[in-house]
Each structure stands twice: as C-alpha cells, then as structure tokens.
C-alpha cells in the first residue's frame, strides 16, 4: 500500500494511505522511509488505533512507539490532532501541504475541547488556556486531559497554560520556548512512549535553549495490553490526575 501510494504521487496525485498505526509505521517503515520521505512523495499517512486507547485489541496492536518513528525521519511531517474538530482540518492541512505527513489518531470518540473557529496550521500550537505558574503541553487525547488538569489546578491556586500541540514535527519551538520562560515549568502529556514522542521533543527543545523544571506524561517503557480503555489509561497514568502530580512537582523543584 505504501508502495503504491508512493508510486501514484510521483505520478502527480495527492495520495492518503491508511491503516493501524502499528502496520503503517512499523510494518511498513521501510517502504515509508525509501519510497515516501526520501523521494518527498506527497502522500498523507493517516494511522488509528494507536496507543492504549485501541483497547482489548491489545499490545500486539496498539502502537506506542509510532510518533518516535514517523519524527525521526526526515521530510516526514508529525500531525496528532486532539478532537474530531482538529482532525477535520489537520485532513485538510495534510492535502494542501506537499509532502509526506503522517497523521496519528486513536480508536475511541474523544472529548471535544477545540472549536470550529480555533486554527489550525501546520507547525504552529495553539494555545487554549493561559497561566503563569506551569505549562502543560499535550497532544492528541490527552489535551483534554491537561484542560480538565489545569481547570482543578486552579481550584488548588495553581495557574496552568495549556499548549495543543498538534504538529510534532515540526515542533513549535517558539511556543515551547515561551512557555518555559513565562511559566518556569514545563509537563508534557501524550498516549504514547515518553521515549521519542512529543516528551522527548520538547525535551531536546528546553535542553537546548532554556533549561526549566520539566516533566513527561506518558507511557513508561513498556508496551500495552488488552483491557477496557479507562482501566488501561489508568494503568498507564494516562489521566489528568497523573498530569496533575506531574505540575505540582516541577512547581516544586522552580
């Protein structure tokens, strides 16, 4: 599949290829990485059923790795929208950029926490609360997660900014950077591997260019299982309670 969506766009289409995200980033890396990013073919990739969220499938199929994978090569672009909304217009985004773009959805209906009017361009984060004390950066499902973080932070008189960042590659340094010098503290948030993920993007970001307290929510070095989604989330820290100790430890250690 990724073969020949490689093939039709050298041919001049714009190309959407799709499947699990576990088969389409890791089965077919090699075809991706050979045949996609190194000629730039203007295909989108669009991959659901990642992380815990793909639920009793279990961790045969549930991909925890992908974003890592898809971030590391390059030309590739790394899209994970947080709702239906931002994913509506990420399909949009994806098919007006040229070039390869790999677009990382789960498998459950999400909580809805963007709006028709919010914006949404390639490489730029949006911003949908802001704070002073902390900063919580996320990205696909657990956006809504940080938000309902930061609304009991500050019952708790703990300023929280909220970044979605849908675009992991490329990153957008300068909200990062921003955050980190307004707020003194950063969490990050993902369904996914700290390890390569949007944790470790961020990460490369601050130890660069502005070194704050900082913190990555996220699964832990292992790979998932077969369960009901809330139980797995729970098992997996993957709430917004775990994004709340998260803040009040880096608040800690400013």
Do not use: W
Not at 54 to 75: F, K, W, Y
Not at 133 to 158: F, H, R, S, T, Y
């Amino acid at each position: 599949m990724m073969t020949s969506a490689a093939a039709l766009a050298q041919c001049g289409y714009t190309v959407f290829a799709s499947t699990f995200a576990v088969f389409g980033a890791g089965r077919a890396f090699e075809q991706i990485r050979n045949s996609i990013c190194y000629s730039k073919a203007n295909v989108k990739i669009g991959c659901s059923h990642a992380g815990p969220s793909c639920g009793e499938d279990g961790g045969s199929h549930q991909a925890v790795e992908d974003i890592s994978l898809m971030r590391t090569l390059p030309n590739m672009t790394v899209l994970v929208p947080a709702d239906a909304i931002e994913m509506e217009k990420a399909v949009f985004a994806a098919a007006k950029y040229q070039g390869p773009v790999y677009i990382r959805t789960g498998r459950l209906p999400t909580d809805i926490c963007t709006e028709e009017s919010t914006p949404f361009e390639i490489g730029k984060a949006n911003q949908l609360r802001d704070g002073k004390d902390v900063a919580i950066i996320a990205c696909g499902i657990m956006v809504p997660q940080a938000v309902l973080a930061a609304q009991a932070l500050a019952e708790k008189g703990i300023s929280a900014r909220v970044i979605d960042m849908h675009t992991i590659k490329p990153l957008d340094e300068a909200a990062v950077l921003a955050a980190a010098k307004d707020c003194g503290a950063v969490v990050t948030a993902e369904e996914h591997s700290i390890i390569g993920g949007l944790g470790s993007a961020v990460a490369e970001v601050l130890a660069d260019k502005q070194n704050v307290p900082f913190e990555r929510v996220g699964i832990k070095d292992r790979f998932g299982q077969s369960g009901k989604p809330p139980v797995l989330f729970e098992a997996y820290g993957l709430t917004d309670k775990a994004i709340i100790e998260a803040c009040e430890r880096v608040i800690a250690r400013k």
